[in-house]
């Protein structure tokens, strides 16, 4: 079944599937593409082969059905095969008649004599020299065997290829984007991977997946605010805290005055403010300054109780 708690890269997945289908270069190349990352090849002796799609989205089926009766002449099947590891998911498969798949290969640019088997593995450079069929092959690797993840969570689009000539191939296409990409093996995977929200943008958007890059957009913005809040909180906070602990040394000072002179004794200015500091704990400099009268500004309060420190330390050392 299709999965029913849509996540980010289902959304991407379903809307590349609706890509527009113009040039025959370009789908070419998204074929070939598609055909090689999802693992459709089998060797059947000399000169012949099998060729398949594997998909698990009924979109994305419906998509390189399509293709390949528009720009190949061929009719597929479909199949669909309900697999238990993947927790019942629906699993298709495109197959053409089996007279039809070596002029497919030949097409494809996958047939090369000299090569074992006779069959290529990347694409000639000859069908993604342009920038448009650059694109198509990425995006018939991505649904193929890309994913990405939760933009909520983390920036990361990757491709798992199985054959590390197909993933240095990705890499290159990508570097003639001006998209730098980094791999990596996992198990018996070449994974090509991006972990930039700046350039996942820029990828997604030559795929053609306009609405997931707007939707990328927001979820950006909505993070940065969010930082830039915290950011602010814990500023906040933190100078809270401050005054806080200033608040607490002035009214110690203040006590310990009190206990051996008495503050009553203390200069007019000075006995003004450590009555107010004692009425008003909380206060910062600022705005202990507004109610005294007349009112003080933040460096004559702060002058003022920098003197008061000065007494309470030389009553403590006499």
């Known amino acids: 079944m299709e999965k029913k708690n849509k996540s980010f890269a289902y959304d991407v997945r379903e809307e590349l599937a609706r890509a527009p289908k113009k040039r ?8 070939a593409a598609m055909v090689l990352s999802s693992s459709g090849f089998t060797y059947r002796g000399a000169g012949k082969y099998g060729l398949s799609i594997h998909t698990d989205s009924a979109s994305v089926a419906s998509r390189y059905l399509k293709l390949c009766e528009r720009f190949l002449a061929v009719r597929c099947t479909l199949q669909s095969v309900v697999s238990a590891k993947l927790g019942e998911r629906v699993r298709y498969e495109i197959i053409p008649p089996e007279e039809s798949v070596a002029r497919m290969v030949d097409a494809l640019g996958l047939y090369d004599p000299d090569a074992p088997f006779g069959m ?42 199985g054959d590390e000539p197909l993933a ?27 972990r930039d929200g700046d350039l996942m943008s820029e990828l997604l958007s030559r795929l053609s997946a306009f609405k997931a890059v707007t939707d990328l ?24 805290e401050k005054m806080i602990d200033a608040s607490e040394q002035q009214l ?41 009268n007349p009112p003080l500004s933040k460096s004559g309060v702060n002058g003022r109780m920098r003197k008061l420190k000065l007494i309470a330390e030389e009553l403590a050392n006499p």
């Not at 191939?169 to 003639?176: F, K, S």
């Open 24 to 31: 025959e270069c370009c789908a070419l190349a998204e074929v």
């Open 120 to 161: 290529r593995f990347t694409l000639p450079e000859s069908m993604i020299e342009k920038p448009c069929c650059k694109a198509a092959f990425l995006r018939g690797a991505f649904l193929g065997c890309g994913t990405v993840g939760d933009p909520m969570k983390s920036y990361q689009l990757e491709f798992a290829f």
């Open 252 to 292: 110690a000072a203040i006590h310990f005055i009190d206990k051996r002179l008495g503050i009553d004794n203390l200069e007019e200015p000075l006995r003004i403010l450590a009555h107010a500091r004692r009425d008003y704990p909380d206060l910062s400099l600022s705005d202990l300054g507004e109610v005294l």
């Open 168 to 194: 240095e191939q990705a890499v290159a296409v990508l570097d003639g984007l001006s998209i730098p990409a980094k791999r990596t093996i996992r198990k018996t995977q070449s994974v090509v991977y991006i």
């Open 217 to 240: 957009e927001s979820i950006r913005v909505m993070k940065e605010v969010r930082m830039q809040i915290n950011r602010q909180v814990n500023c906040d906070t933190s100078n809270v």
